[in-house]
């Protein structure tokens, strides 16, 4: 079985668009610009990146485009991170072969959802992650009841631990209180917080692992309110928090690509649009998300964090 646990801080990549008529919806994957945004997450100290994730858009992908995101995403990393690509599909035969081809390319690890479009019993969850994990690379179960309506109780995530190449579970439950129970019914799974909004209640609690949205945005920061948790600095960690986590609030909102997209072109980086279905923010969005970006943002700037 691998030794690799899938802990640290793992980026969910925002992924850049150019306008291109002859592209799907008008609007083409900039490979050039993703694998610098990859690039500047791995030097500002995230331990790697998740392509194909929610945050790849990797629904409003073609095959192509999809595998091509990943290998942008393993080139442009090179040896000074990990990769775990996101392997969803509506079933345990699409899952496997993404497994499969991310193997190929050499990810370090995948994401993996229940199936997808398809409210999955217990039975078929586990043969689900069991068909992925056979493909021999570390596999990271992605628990998010809220769009899946599958829910990953901690009883099933026992079972699902159980399966070899199995290691760690995102939660995105947004139920604190699993953290603990996880780690007591499968000791030696790695629990990674799902939800910027509850990191630091989770890393508290014992997750060891942050798969994120708003580091798209302050990746330094973000690593830093990791490192003050593990450290066990909570009055420090919650003074770099709680300036930060309207923000974050927005990625746990059914807009949070938008969202952190947004929070990027205001930061000075390119976010861009979305392919639909995903649509642009309203104006009242984009006001109210606007405000707790500038609380983040004129907190950070007083402090010089991550400077």
């Not at 490979?31 to 990146?49: K, P, Q, S, T």
């Not at 909570?234 to 609030?249: G, I, N």
């Not at 690509?257 to 947004?262: F, R, S, T």
């Not at 929070?263 to 995903?278: A, F, I, K, S, T």
Request: with cysteine.
């Amino acid at each position: 079985m691998t030794q690799e646990k899938l802990d640290g801080v793992i980026v969910a990549t925002a992924l850049p668009y150019a306008e291109d008529p002859s592209a799907p919806a008008g609007l083409r994957v900039d490979l050039d610009r993703y694998a610098e945004h990859c690039r500047w997450l791995i030097e500002n100290g995230c331990r790697g990146v998740g392509p194909n994730g929610s945050l790849g858009e990797y629904s409003s992908l073609t095959d192509d485009e999809r595998r091509a995101v990943a290998c942008t995403a393993l080139d442009a990393v090179g040896g000074d991170g990990i990769v775990v690509v996101g392997v969803h599909g509506v079933g345990a035969h699409q899952a496997r072969a993404w497994a499969e081809k991310a193997a190929e390319d050499g990810a370090h690890g995948v994401l993996c959802l229940p199936p997808t479009m398809y409210r999955a019993n217990t039975y078929e969850v586990i043969h689900h992650f069991e068909q992925v994990a056979s493909v021999g690379l570390p596999v990271m179960a992605y628990n998010n009841p809220i769009d899946t309506k599958v829910d990953l109780t901690p009883e099933v995530v026992a079972e699902i631990a159980a399966i070899d190449n199995v290691v760690a579970v995102k939660e995105f439950s947004g139920d604190v209180r699993r953290i603990l129970e996880i780690r007591e019914k499968a000791p030696d799974l790695t629990v990674v917080a799902g939800a910027d909004d509850l990191v630091l209640e989770a890393l508290l609690m014992g997750a060891t692992g942050w798969f994120a949205g708003f580091p798209n945005v302050f990746p330094a920061e973000s690593v830093r309110l990791y490192e003050l948790a593990l450290d066990g600095r909570l009055d420090e960690a919650r003074a770099l928090y709680e300036p930060l986590v309207a923000a974050f609030r927005w990625d746990s909102r059914t807009e949070f690509v938008q969202a952190i997209k947004h929070g990027m072109d205001l930061v000075g980086r390119y976010g861009g649009p979305c392919r639909p279905p995903r649509g642009p923010l309203t104006g009242g969005q984009l006001a109210a998300l606007d405000a707790d970006m500038k609380r983040a943002v004129e907190y950070l700037a007083e402090q010089s964090v991550g400077a």
